[in-house]
Every structure is written in C-alpha cells, then in structure tokens.
T-cell receptor, first 110, second 113 residues
Framework: RKEVEQDPGPFNVPEGATVAFNCTYS??????FFWYRQDCRKEPKLLMS???SGNEDGRFTAQLNRASQYISLLIRDSKLSDSATYLC???????????FGAGTRLAVHP | SQTIHQWPATLVQPVGSPLSLECTVE??????LYWYRQAAGRGLQLLFY??????ISSEVPQNLSASRPQDRQFILSSKKLLLSDSGFYLC????????????FGEGSRLTVL
C-alpha cells in the first residue's frame, strides 16, 4: 500500500466550478499535512498547510480527518490559472521528511 | 532572502556514464537538504536527506550517492547510470525547525539513453 494515495484525475472542470480532491495516508503517526501545487515540468510549491480544525485560504479550503487518515482540498470558483497537479504531502516528523502523493491533475477550461 | 540553485537543468547521458548534479542554497545556514526524484507520471520519491555537513541518510537502495561537502552544498552522483535513473531530480531545503515547508530548486531533467 502506498503511504499517500490520491486519485490521479484528471479533473476537467469549467471556470467557476467547485472541485474537491481527496487523499488518504497510511501512517497513523504522521505529524503534519500539506497541499503542494506543481505546474507542468516545474518544481512543487507549497499551497497550504492542513490543520486538524480545517483551514481556509481564499478560495482554497483544506480539511484533515485523523481518525480516517484522510485529507481533502476544496477549490471554489475555479480559475484557468488553477490548472496544475495538486500533491498531498505528509510529514512523518524527525528530520522534516515529507512523503508526497503522486498528485491529482486539475484542468480548468473556459 | 533565501534562494536555491540547481544545475544542470537538462542533461542526456548514455547508460554507464557518470552523473553529478549540484545544488547550492544561499541566504540561510545549517539547512536540511534533500534530493527527490520524480519519474514520468509518478510522485516524488525521497532519495537522500542531510541535516549537516557530511551527514547523509539514504532512503532507497540504488546506484546513486549523495554528498554534502559544505553547509549549503548538496551533490547527487552516480558512477554508472542505468536507464531507470531517468527522471526529474529536485533538490530542496528546509529550516531545521520547520513543520514541513520545503523549498525546491528548479530541477534537473535527466534522460539516460
């Protein structure tokens, strides 16, 4: 079983749509959680951290369910510029060792 | 501000040839340093990480090695490349106390023929 699992997509949505991505992780000792964004052939960049109480950053909302070992990302009012691959990331602690999911690809069309 | 440089950006190498990828970080001291590899259509795989000069931890068995000769320099090497070594190699750094933000270099795209 992969340590971090995501639906690879692609999710093809029109501008203005709301889209949700899910992610599950296998290690119950995981300490912190993140969503990264990766544009085509570019390096990943941090999108947002994920907190137990849920957190929001503009059009983006992240949720964590520790009991189910499940993380989600909701994007409201999708923009063309949101087209990218979204990586679910888990920190196992120790030396800041991040484990990346394979990513979910989002394509927003006019 | 902190910056991370990685080179070369692109390289095509024959099977059996050596490899050296270099990464340097500026604007910070004593960072954690990481090498990741991303194969086509797959997620990032952690290869090595380092918490200090000369301290290297390997995550997966392979024909690659890493070295950290200076505080802000991280080198990925191979004596003989395999076809399976093709991929997108990413160097990253973090502050030692960080909860998880990694800052990535722009990557090195390696094709082994």
């Amino acid at each position: 079983r992969k340590e971090v699992e995501q639906d690879p997509g692609p999710f093809n949505v029109p501008e203005g749509a709301t889209v949700a991505f899910n992610c599950t992780y296998s290690n119950s000792a995981s300490q912190s959680f993140f969503w990264y964004r990766q544009d085509c052939r570019k390096e990943p960049k941090l999108l947002m951290s994920v907190y137990s109480s849920g957190n929001e950053d503009g059009r983006f909302t992240a949720q964590l369910n520790r009991a189910s070992q499940y993380i989600s990302l909701l994007i409201r009012d999708s923009k063309l510029s949101d087209s990218a691959t979204y990586l679910c990331v888990v920190n196992l602690g120790g030396y800041n060792k991040l484990i990346f999911g394979a990513g979910t690809r989002l394509a927003v069309h006019p | 501000s902190q910056t991370i440089h990685q080179w070369p950006a692109t390289l095509v190498q024959p099977v059996g040839s050596p490899l050296s990828l270099e990464c340097t970080v500026e604007g910070t001291s004593n960072p954690n340093l990481y090498w990741y590899r991303q194969a086509a259509g797959r997620g990032l795989q952690l290869l090595f990480y380092s918490v200090g000069i000369g301290q290297i931890s390997s995550e997966v068995p392979q024909n690659l090695s890493a070295s950290r000769p200076q505080d802000r320099q991280f080198i990925l090497s191979s004596k003989k490349l395999l076809l399976s070594d093709s991929g997108f190699y990413l160097c990253a750094w973090s502050v030692q106390s960080a909860r998880g933000e990694l800052f990535f270099g722009e990557g090195s795209r390696l094709t082994v023929l």
